[in-house]
């Protein structure tokens, strides 16, 4: 099992560039999940999906951010104008259920270290 | 106030003492917690889960659950160096299917 896969690993780009971060989730997770993560603002969920489909997209900050899931392998998160204030850690996570509903814990991808100078 | 609430830290702890972390939720119909260990630059790791009111023990790490206080505890029996973290207390809100609400973390240092 190659766990949650994202990349690139790190991302460093100019204020008002497109930013692309990808996520492969664990094979029969039919949940996907995008936190980013700051020292001031801890791990917020930004958006998660279930079976491709987005569920909750609350804590989209705003209209420059967008995801997508087009199939149960692969999920993007696109910040489009980047601001320095994006700078962050983005995790992406999925996981699964039992039967009864009870939800298991996530596993975390490794993350993308977000920079926009 | 705040979803779920943690001591920041840092909780200093001598070598093979126990250390004890705390968690407070405040929706009362929550019904799903979990602990997570995140080490400097890496991502969370899941160590716990928890369910029931009571204790939950595995190998050195016991989670305790009380719903009619609203807490959440880990404890870490003999803790080592490779202790040294930031534990993060994650709870699945009542309104939600499956969608982790996370406190800001409790860092620790275990020292030799």
């Known amino acids: 099992d190659a766990g949650v896969i994202q990349s690139p690993r790190h991302e460093v780009t100019e204020m008002g560039q497109e930013v692309t971060l990808r996520c492969k989730p664990i094979s029969g997770h039919d949940y996907l999940f995008w936190y980013r993560q700051t020292m001031m603002r801890g791990l917020e969920l930004l958006i998660y999906f279930n079976n491709n489909v987005p569920i909750d997209d609350s804590g989209m900050p705003e209209d420059r951010f967008s995801a997508k899931m087009p199939n149960a392998s692969f999920s993007t998160l696109k910040i489009q104008p980047s601001e320095p204030r994006d700078s962050a850690v983005y995790f992406c996570a999925s996981s699964s259920h039992a039967g009864t509903g009870v939800p298991y814990g996530y596993t975390f991808g490794s993350g993308t270290r977000l920079t926009v100078v | ?112």
Do not use: H
């Open chain 2, 1 to 112: 106030q705040k979803e779920v609430e943690q001591n920041s830290g840092p909780l200093s702890v001598p070598e093979g003492a126990i250390a004890s972390l705390n968690c407070t939720y405040s929706d009362r119909g929550s019904q799903s917690f979990f602990w997570y260990r995140q080490y400097s630059g890496k991502s969370p790791e899941l160590i716990m889960s928890i369910y029931s009111n009571g204790d939950k023990e595995d190998g050195r790490f016991t989670a305790q659950l009380n719903k009619a206080s609203q807490y959440v505890s880990l404890l870490i029996r003999d803790s080592q160096p490779s202790d040294s973290a930031t534990y993060l207390c994650a709870v699945n809100p009542r309104a939600a299917v499956n969608k982790l609400t996370f406190g800001g973390g409790t860092r620790v240092l275990v020292k030799p």
